[in-house]
């Protein structure tokens, strides 16, 4: 099979010969740094995504993402028309009015502090991550039970209660005056079902159906206090915003970045900050290449003159090099992406057999981490892998290729 002169030397150099022991382990040398910094990057980037991902579904699943309000409650005959109007913007999965209020919930053995939700338990299961996370029980239990209410595993335990059993719910929001000062509404409510998200947002919230809250903070039955949009994708939540603000200026929009954005900006720092420092392992070998290429330069000065004094031009002496280094490159990138392929598959099984424990994740045990895999950035990372290694090789290929024959064949 033809092949051009330029990378038939340069291929053959790139495999280096048993007898060149030197250059066969500065090319051993240089393909192992790209390998095994594509292989951490590909791992690394893989584990920070799922943790990610996990923050995404467990916190960003309770808290609202995107919340539109009026200055009045909204009348349940208004509610359908807001709700087709919203669910019409592109990244909007659907539209469920609520009202909540600051709650104590009390048992017969402990009290805590929740957020009361009141829901519309047929809107609400259609769109919410709630419907996934239910142990017990469903909201479709919840829309058809008067005065019942949903809780976390975590809460109940924290209770001492159950389904089935009831539980007391006290607001101060609509509070009755009387002569012996204000009197919190209470009213006994029934748990109809438990849920896990795995977050501390466990603790924090409760569900009820729309209409009891309602009426708990003495508004109108079946009124809300606006309406929360699910997104496709909550980190779409500012388009959304700004959307709603474009056209309803009158409306108070608010999004899950007023109450947790510096969390996620933390994390998508730390995810930079890591791509960062492993991309700089990747250059740092794709660098070394610059050195061995040097040093093959300088070994086979006289091979090179020779070379030239059969027809090479300069160019094709620059590509000879280019190809030897470049080679080190693909095969570096190449096998570290498939060797962080089958760990980042295999993680867990890896972790178990090196007895490595982890900080365990709610839903994961010690040898288990949360993992997402995006092709679209593993092939980024062999690209820029290729790419700095192409990079590595223009200066000392072209000082190859300023060698002049006569200069290096005088002492031969």
Not at 185 to 194: A, C, D, E, I, W
Not at 276 to 293: G, P, Q
Not at 301 to 308: C, P, R, S
């Amino acid at each position: 099979m033809f092949r051009p002169a330029a990378v038939f030397i340069g291929l053959r150099y790139a495999k280096a010969q048993k007898g060149s022991g030197f250059v066969s382990f500065i090319n051993f040398f240089s393909t192992a740094g790209i390998l095994l910094g594509v292989m951490a990057l590909v791992v690394v980037v893989s584990v920070m995504n799922g943790f990610e991902r996990e923050l995404k579904q467990r916190i960003l699943g309770l808290v609202p993402q995107v919340v539109v309000s009026q200055q009045q409650f909204i009348s349940a005959d208004d509610q359908a028309a807001l709700i087709e109007s919203l669910s019409a913007i592109d990244q909007v999965r659907g539209a469920v009015p609520f009202v909540e209020s600051q709650a104590i919930i009390q048992s017969s053995q402990q009290m805590t502090g929740v957020q009361l939700i009141g829901v519309d338990g047929q809107y609400e299961q259609a769109v919410s991550p709630l419907t996934a996370a239910m142990l017990e029980g469903s909201l479709a239990t919840l829309a058809e039970t008067k005065y019942g209410i949903i809780i976390s595993r975590a809460l109940a335990r924290k209770l001492g209660v159950g389904v089935g059993q009831r539980v007391r719910l006290s607001v101060m929001e609509g509070a009755r005056h009387t002569p012996f000062g204000q009197m919190p509404n209470q009213r006994k409510f029934t748990v109809v079902g438990l849920f896990q998200m795995g977050s501390e947002a466990d603790l924090q919230f409760a569900y009820a159906r729309l209409t009891d809250t309602a009426r708990l903070i003495r508004q109108p039955a079946g009124s809300a206090e606006g309406l929360r949009l699910y997104l496709t994708d909550a980190f779409l939540a500012p388009q959304v915003v700004s959307e709603i603000n474009r056209h309803h200026q009158d409306w108070q929009v608010t999004s899950w970045q007023q109450s947790h954005g510096d969390l996620f900006a933390a994390v998508s720092m730390e995810k930079k900050m890591m791509w960062f420092m492993l991309l700089l392992i990747i250059a740092v070998a794709a660098f070394n290449i610059i050195s061995a290429l040097f040093l093959i330069v300088a070994n086979k000065q006289g091979e090179v003159a020779i070379l030239q004094t059969l027809g090479l031009s300069p160019s094709q002496i620059t590509q000879v090099f280019m190809i030897q280094g470049c080679a080190q490159g693909v095969i570096g990138a190449l096998i570290g992406t498939v060797v962080g392929l089958l760990l980042v598959l295999n993680l867990d099984a890896v972790l178990a057999f090196t007895g490595i424990q982890v900080v365990a994740t709610p839903g994961y045990d010690a040898f288990s981490l949360p993992v997402d895999l995006r092709y679209s950035q593993i092939f980024a990372i062999a690209a820029m892998a290729i790419v700095l290694s192409f990079v590595a090789t223009l200066y000392p290929a072209r000082q190859a290729a300023a060698i002049e024959p006569a200069e290096a064949l005088r002492y031969d």
